[in-house]
């Protein structure tokens, strides 16, 4: 296992794209037959652990986002003994709190003709065909069961003056499903999940352990037993054993350096878990959102989404006339383009997302840009505030108007708001089976970690769905099939597997803290950061790829050679944990290089420069593509291995995603 | 912009603490706090110096990791606003800027500029919750909520947890934070079977956590960035004496 510690040594010649492939996926558990029985038949084929049981076996849950915090509350509630990591120091800090717009469920309370079916279509194509009917349709059922659940729990969703609960539609659909707690959705369905979690921790059930960090996956005869973890106030180093693994730890677009993600959030977990023998899927499949403050300066530390939800009153355009520098109030109604309205007049500004931010794109890099860079259009609302007046508009979308405000300076009651697309969301993470374990046995990975649901684009107010579907629904029932049959085994730290892998985790920390170069953690991040912008963005080519590969297999060899980091492992120490993180997002964005240069098509998010329409739509190859690319890490430097799984279409037929 | 910064640093929980002094200069004004104490960061440690400690993570005002006592104020002089969410063009050019952690005795010091507010999640503990288990919920229009009560319970809900009211106490009390929790679930009809445990168990909660008394001030609702409403203490209020002083029908 040593090798895992061994850096490269700088070569001469430049390192290119190679990978090699392995054999295809053909197990993924899915079921067959009828697609609406599915999922049923599925449950009742699993087998059970008797309640008495339960209490024997310790699942080890990280992270406690959404999915996590919904995962276990649930498993505390059925009776395992349960333990969480959380790297924050609370688990109602994850990054779930920040989501703002809605959650989808197919509820059909407006009687405008939702149905399980229209959702699991919608979410199939939203995702340009690229992800299996089995898990979306599932989705979908249980869609239903997750705001039921959490209006029980006490979530203030937003209601008609009946009583009953309020929705509005969002991009890629055309139906109004999704459910939304003002502009804080996320927030209240964390804290419903965190409330959850925070009654299993005083019934005892679960023990949350805040501040402590996961560094590595412990896998033994190619199992997972447990996981290494830093306590990151006092710098400690643990070994921590369970029958079962569940990682939750977000998604890692934060390989960007800018993008609209909490800051801390980081690939760590999955990246040590792949390093590990755990699949990687489609790591190239990056959302980035159409609707975000444009970046003003080199200081900015982050990005700042503005909900999807405000594209379903505000209208985005830019001057007809390039470069146009009048002030946006001044330009008459028949001098401004809606680009989306015109190019998509079905769907008009609620396109799905990939498609609103190369429409944008498209617009600057044909000189239509607007604001002091030209990278940004605008969204305007003053038709909306005209058509329903400034107090059902304040009720709309009040909290986002100020954030606005704040950021930038201008009010957008004045002046329309300026966006431009940000990365967002990774539908790509750990491969997954339909019971949501990873290729490891007893390895599992849920919410935003895993690759599981959006295909190659995810539809708005969907991830949120998908994390507590994942964590209520899916997992508590799933996992007890695999636990089943480690009733006996009895868990201990004291193994070799264990000892390597602290003994790894301990060499790690030192080697970064002894390199004492001259550049900061931040320098090296956001080098990476713009190169991935520039080549694993919102536009790839074969030849920017390739460049890009090698650009990042420099950088990383740099980092370790100039980086400093101050302080000891023995304390308190954010640089310390920081430098952790970016060394691993290295490592993904060379596998994201290799995943966006291997698929030779567009689809979804992924649009490749060689492979598009006149008008610039993706052109989708199902014939050669029409599957998950999981990736089996080969070591260190070695070219990655690829497996297939081929994706098939029995219920719906991939066609060419129109939103015309 | 160019500032002096008197920064509060601390190695630990056992070290004593100090103020330091640092300069910071070329800071745009369209920078928010924290961007500008990275700036400072990535100097220190260029200098070969110990970057300064600060939680955060959304930076956008909802996560309520951030948390500065600046010039004298939970989260700076603008009111109702997390740290992350102030902006530099809020300052002078040249002004010198006081940067002390949240300061309360149930929120100990770790490093620096961060504490341990894990108290508040032990006062969740006691009763911030609807004990439902997963799986058993009815349809959810099958409980309808008058909408007037649904806002306010939105209100209250939007707490970010943040700690900021009790680092704006004279007397560090956790009130507006509980009262938020207790509000939030008062309002609504799956709240009232635990109500009154509830609230017993989360106040005294606070109270074996070292929270002070509410005297009514008010200095915690100017501060709170969720504009939790004082009118949660008053809910919160009315609750414990109902709770404390009549009979509880549950109880045979
Ligand atoms: C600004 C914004 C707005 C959004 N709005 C919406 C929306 O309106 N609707 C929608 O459906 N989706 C939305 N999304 C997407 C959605 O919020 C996320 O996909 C989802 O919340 C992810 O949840 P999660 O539980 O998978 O992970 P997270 O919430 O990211 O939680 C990760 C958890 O893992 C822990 N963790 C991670 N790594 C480690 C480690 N190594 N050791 C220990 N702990 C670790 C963290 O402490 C945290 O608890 C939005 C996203 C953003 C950025
Ligand atoms: S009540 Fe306000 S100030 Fe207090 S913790 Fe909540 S959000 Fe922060
Ligand atoms: S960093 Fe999240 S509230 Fe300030």
Redesign the pocket.
């Given at each position: 296992m040593s090798e895992i510690l061994t850096i490269p040594i700088p070569t001469k010649t430049e390192p290119s794209i190679s990978w090699t492939e392995g054999s295809p996926i053909l197990e993924n558990r899915c079921p067959s037959g009828d697609l609406e029985k599915r999922w049923t038949r599925h449950k009742d084929s699993l087998r059970l652990v008797a309640p008495h049981n339960k209490r024997k076996l310790e699942v080890i849950v990280?992270?406690?986002?959404?999915?996590?915090?919904s995962a276990a509350a649930s498993l505390g509630e059925l009776g395992y003994q349960v333990k969480v990591?959380?790297?924050?120091n609370s688990?109602r800090?994850?990054?779930?709190?920040?989501?703002?717009?809605?959650?989808?469920a197919a509820k059909n309370y407006r009687n405008d003709g939702d149905s399980i079916w229209r959702l699991f279509y919608d979410t199939i194509k939203g995702g340009d065909f690229r992800a299996r009917e089995s898990n979306v349709y599932r989705l979908a059922e249980v869609s239903v069961k997750i705001i039921d659940h959490c209006v029980a729990q006490g979530i203030p969703f937003a209601r008609e003056y009946g009583g009953y609960l309020d929705t509005r539609s969002f991009g890629g659909a055309q139906l109004m499903r999704t459910f939304?707690a003002r502009g804080q959705?996320?927030q209240q369905l964390?804290l419903g999940a965190y409330a959850a979690l925070q009654r299993q921790v005083e019934l005892g059930n679960v023990k949350v352990f805040y501040n402590?960090?996961?560094?590595d996956v412990v896998v033994d005869e190619g199992r997972a037993r447990g996981v290494i973890?830093r306590n990151l106030i006092t710098g400690e180093i643990h070994r921590v054993a369970g029958h079962a693994v569940v990682?939750?730890?977000?998604?890692y677009?934060n390989a960007y350096y800018l993008?609209?993600?909490?800051k801390?959030?980081?690939?760590?977990?999955i990246w040590?878990a792949h390093r590990r023998g755990a699949f990687f899927a489609n790591p190239s499949f990056v959302q980035i959102?159409p609707t975000c403050i444009p970046q003003s300066g080199e200081y900015q530390s982050k990005l700042?989404?503005m909900?999807?939800?405000l594209r379903n009153d505000g209208r985005v355009w830019v001057p007809r006339t390039p470069g146009d520098k009048r002030a946006p109030q001044s330009i008459p109604e028949n001098e401004r383009w809606y680009y989306l309205e015109e190019w998509y007049p079905s769907f008009g500004n609620l396109v799905p997302r990939d498609i609103a931010s190369r429409a944008a794109k498209r617009v600057c890099d044909m000189g239509y840009g607007v604001g002091p860079t030209g990278r940004a259009v605008y969204l305007d609302f003053s038709d909306a505030i005209k058509r329903f007046g400034r107090e059902v508009i304040y009720q709309r979308y009040g909290n986002l108007f100020e954030m606005y405000e704040e950021i930038t300076g201008e009010s957008p009651w004045e002046t329309p708001m300026r966006i431009y697309p940000a990365v967002?969301?990774t539908m790509g993470g750990l491969w997954v089976d339909y019971n949501l374990m990873t290729n490891i046995p007893g390895l599992y990975a849920?919410?935003?970690?895993n690759f599981s649901d959006h295909g190659a684009n995810?539809l708005?107010?969907?991830?949120?769905?998908?994390?507590l579907a994942d964590?209520y629904f899916i997992l508590p029932y799933t996992i007890g099939d695999y636990l089943a049959t480690q009733l006996f085994v009895k868990n201990s730290t004291d193994t070799a597997a264990f000892a390597d892998a602290e003994k790894e985790t301990r060499e790690r920390i030192e080697k970064v803290l002894s390199t004492k170069g001259t550049r900061t953690v931040d320098e090296f991040h956001r080098e990476l950061g713009k190169i991935l912008w520039d080549s694993c963005g919102l536009a790839r080519s074969a030849s920017g790829l390739s460049e890009a590969f090698s650009k990042v297999r420099e950088l990383r060899e740099r980092f370790w050679q100039e980086v400093r980091v101050p302080g000891t492992g023995h304390e308190f120490n954010q640089n310390l944990e920081k430098a952790l993180?970016v060394s691993d997002f290295f490592e993904l964005g060379e596998l994201m290089i290799v995943d966006a240069y291997h698929r030779e098509e567009s689809c979804g998010c992924h649009l490749r420069e060689e492979y598009q329409t006149e008008e610039g739509e993706a052109l989708r190859n199902d014939n050669e593509y029409a599957y998950v690319a999981a990736w089996e890490w080969a070591g260190e430097g070695k070219p990655p291995i690829l497996h297939k799984e081929p994706l098939k279409f029995e219920f719906v037929k991939p066609t060419v995603r129109s939103y015309k | 912009m160019r500032f002096t910064l008197r920064i509060w640093r601390q190695k630990n929980a056992q070290d004593q603490g100090r103020f330091e002094t640092y300069e910071v200069d070329g800071i745009s004004p369209d920078a928010s706090f924290l961007e500008m104490l990275d700036v400072l960061n990535e100097k220190l440690i260029h200098e070969g110096k110990d970057p300064v400690a600060f939680d955060h993570d959304?930076r956008?005002g909802i996560c309520g990791s951030c948390g500065l006592f600046i010039n004298g104020r939970a989260h700076g002089p603008l009111p109702n606003i997390t740290t992350c969410r102030l902006y530099m063009r809020h300052f002078k050019d040249g002004d010198t800027i006081t940067i002390e952690p949240f300061r309360a005795k149930p929120f100990p010091i770790i490093k620096d500029l961060v504490v341990d507010r894990s108290a508040l999640d032990r006062i969740i503990q006691k009763g911030g919750y609807i004990s439902v288990n997963t799986g058993s919920a009815p349809d959810a229009n099958s409980i309808p909520v008058p909408k007037p009560a649904a806002d306010r319970a939105f209100d209250y809900a939007t707490c970010i947890g943040c700690g900021a009211c009790v680092a704006a106490c004279k007397n560090a009390s956790a009130m507006l934070f509980t009262a938020a929790k207790v509000s939030h679930l008062a309002m609504l009809p799956q709240g009232q079977p635990e109500r009154r445990q509830r609230v017993k168990r989360m106040v005294a909660q606070m109270d074996i956590e070292g929270f002070g008394h509410c005297s009514n001030t008010g200095a915690c609702a100017v501060e709170c960035p969720a504009k939790i409403p004082l009118a949660a203490i008053a809910q919160l209020q009315r609750d414990f004496i109902w709770a404390n002083l009549t009979p509880d029908p549950q109880i045979k």
């Open positions: 990280v992270g406690a986002g959404l999915a996590g915090a990591f959380v790297y924050h688990p800090r994850a990054h779930s709190i920040a989501a703002q717009g809605g959650i989808n939304y959705t996320g964390l402590h960090e996961l560094l973890v990682l939750a730890t977000g998604g677009g993008s609209t993600n909490a801390l959030s980081n690939a760590t977990a040590r959102h700042t989404l909900s999807e939800s967002h969301y849920i919410g935003e970690a995810r708005g107010a969907s991830a949120l769905m998908q994390g964590g993180r | 959304c956008e």
